[in-house]
Nanobody, 117 residues
Framework: QVQLVESGGGLVQPGGSLRLSCSAS????????MGWYRQAPGKSREWVAT???????YYAESVEGRFTISSDNAKKAVYLQMNSLKPDDTAVYYC???????????WGQGTQVTVSS
């Protein structure tokens, strides 16, 4: 089981940008995927984006075209560049790492993103 540490959250105005980072520590035999989820107040946790094999990226419809996920598997890190932020993007964002497709994912502690005027 790995530990994930996140950074980059904060308060930003609508239309602004933030870059989230997540770094893993502990033994990792290999990395299958790294991704981001979020949970807004009163809502269930929602998938945001995933990168598989360090290069294949997938996005939720709600963030497609605005967010960009990238990873550095050598550094065991994943990033989320968030542009054109909307108030509806306000949530706690969680980092996830899987060592194989069927493996249980490891989670970060979450970082608060607030988009407000």
């Amino acid at each position: 089981q790995v530990q994930l540490v996140e950074s980059g959250g904060g308060l930003v105005q609508p239309g602004g940008s933030l870059r989230l980072s997540c770094s893993a520590s502990g033994f990792v035999r290999s990395i299958y995927s790294m991704g981001w989820y979020r949970q807004a107040p009163g809502k269930s946790r929602e998938w945001v984006a995933t990168v598989i094999g360090g290069r294949n990226t997938y996005y939720a419809e709600s963030v497609e075209g605005r967010f960009t996920i990238s990873s550095d598997n050598a550094k065991k890190a994943v990033y989320l560049q968030m542009n054109s932020l909307k108030p509806d993007d306000t949530a706690v964002y969680y980092c996830n790492l899987k060592t194989s497709k069927g493996a249980e994912g490891s989670w970060g502690q979450g970082t608060q993103v607030t988009v407000s005027s």
